[in-house]
Structures are given as structure tokens and as C-alpha cells.
């Protein structure tokens, strides 16, 4: 099936609602974008959950090495990996207690997308988090 986002002001809903994000692929080189938006995501208020198997911490929050690591309710899903790694991480993601699969910008995959919403998951895909949260007049 073709990949359909949540309207925008289900998207602003979403941002509004969430407090926890946890962020696949963050890096700790403040160049990297997935740095970039986390830091400002945190800015914000959102607690950042670094999922890395390569770092420590990152922006002060002790990093897990995947998402089965995470302890406690998750809102978002942020994903800062290539579209090739999704379907795996849509499993992984199944697992867990978690509320939107968010794939940022440049990133989409169907077998990925068809895999969530038959689960039932809220999925987005292609789209940058920050954008979206600028977009709903937070930021």
C-alpha cells in the first residue's frame, strides 16, 4: 500500500501530546543532524532518549543500544537510519511500548509502513520532526 501520513493537525496533536522521543541513529557529533534536531527537540522540553550501540550518552542522556533497552513508555519514534534498515527496526519497534514510528526526512519504506498499520501503529515517514514541530507554531 502506498505510504499515508497522519494529517498535519493529527501530526501537531501527536507533538503536543508526546514527552519522550526516542532517537535511532542519534549521533554524538554535534555536525550530524540527528544531533542538530534532537538538541533542539530537548530545548523544548522533550526528554531525548539517545538509541546508539556506538556511544555512551549523547546531549547528557545515557544511550541504549536498541529500542527493546528502553525502559518506560515511549510517545515518538524518531529514526535517523536509511530506509533500508526499517522493516527491522518496525519489528524491534512492534515490541515495544511505544506510540508513533517516525521516520525523519529522506526516509520511507513500504514493507515497513504495510508491517506497522497492519499492527495498527501511527506511522510517519519522510518528514523532519522539527519541521513538523515548527510547522505547529511551538517552536
Known sequence: MAILNPERSE????????KRIA?????????????????????EGY????VNPRVDEVLGEK???SLADIEGHVDI???????E???DLAREFDQIDADVFWAQSGVSNEEAYDFLKEKGH??????????EYLLSGKG
Do not use: W
Open 11 to 18: 501530526i501537531h496533536q501527536i507533538l503536543n501530546k508526546a
Open 23 to 43: 532517537v535511532v541513529g542519534l549521533s554524538d557529533n554535534p555536525e550530524r543532524t540527528s544531533y542538530q534536531i534532537s538538541e533542539r527537540m530537548q530545548q
Open 47 to 50: 526528554t531525548i532518549i539517545p
Open 63 to 65: 544511550a541504549v543500544a
Open 77 to 83: 519514534v524518531d529514526i535517523f537510519r536509511r530506509s
Open 85 to 87: 534498515f526499517l522493516p
Open 122 to 131: 501511527i506511522v510517519i515517514m519522510d518528514r523532519c520532526i522539527m519541521v
